[in-house]
């Protein structure tokens, strides 16, 4: 079962313009994840975010979350051609596992 | 430091043949995990084991999935027989933290194909 949604399903910019993906979930978390997937290869963690963090920098990215809505976003600032790729979120389900979202499909265009 | 390594990274077999996966997480890396993932949708977990047991297998298809993580290292995962179904990525993945909640490392997937 996936217990995330990411939203929009694809999403196609140019390079140097931002882009952002949202991820909603339905059970309480202890800790929400976001990882990237080039074609054809396996999943890449980008960064962890815990219930009772709001926000996270890292390099270009910017994770937000928001427990009372039970969604995250994900922004990746001044995009570039090599962050074409699908980008999942994945929530904990009491520590025992992860629950991988639907993903969102990201075409950055030079 | 070598990363999760799966094998073979391609394999198309017919129909009720039987078919099976490596693979061989990061050294020291306690927990193992086997993930399939379908066309355009995120990875499901099949299995997880800690060291050799196996502490979550209720998504594993009992009935022609079997998987085993002999010495705690390296695992196999065996579909018998295959199904049009079961044509998908399947992933495997470590991590040095115990519980399924942690940063998972994955490896590069076997891409199945039943015809």
């Known amino acids: 079962s996936q217990q995330g949604e990411e939203d929009p399903q694809a999403l196609s910019i140019q390079e140097g313009e931002n882009a952002t993906m949202n991820c909603s979930y339905k059970t309480s978390i202890n800790n929400l994840q976001w990882y990237r997937q080039n074609s054809g290869r396996g999943l890449v963690h980008l960064i962890l975010?815990?219930?009772?963090?709001r926000e996270k920098h890292s390099g270009r990215l910017r994770v937000t979350l928001d427990t009372s809505k039970k969604s995250s976003s994900l922004l990746i600032t001044a995009s570039r051609a090599a962050d074409t790729a699908s980008y999942f979120c994945a929530t904990d389900e009491g520590f025992q596992k992860l629950v991988f979202g639907t993903g969102t499909r990201l075409l950055v265009s030079p | 430091e070598a990363g999760v390594v799966q094998s073979p990274r391609y394999k198309i077999i017919e129909k009720k043949q039987p078919v099976a996966f490596w693979c061989n997480p990061i050294?020291?890396?306690?927990?193992l995990y086997w993930y399939r993932q379908n066309l355009g949708q995120g990875p499901e977990l099949l299995i997880r084991?800690?060291?050799?047991?196996?502490?979550?297998d209720s998504q594993l298809p009992k009935d022609r999935f079997s998987a085993e993580r002999l010495k705690g290292v390296d695992s196999t995962l065996k579909i018998q027989p295959a199904e049009l179904g079961d044509s998908a990525v399947y992933l495997c993945?470590?991590?040095?933290?115990?519980?399924?909640?942690?940063?998972?490392?994955f490896g590069a997937g076997t891409r199945l194909s039943v015809l």
């Open positions: 050294s020291g890396h306690n927990t």
């Open positions: 993945a470590s991590s040095p933290i115990t519980g399924g909640g942690g940063i998972q490392y």
């Open positions: 975010i815990r219930s009772n963090e």
């Open positions: 084991y800690e060291n050799e047991e196996a502490v979550d």
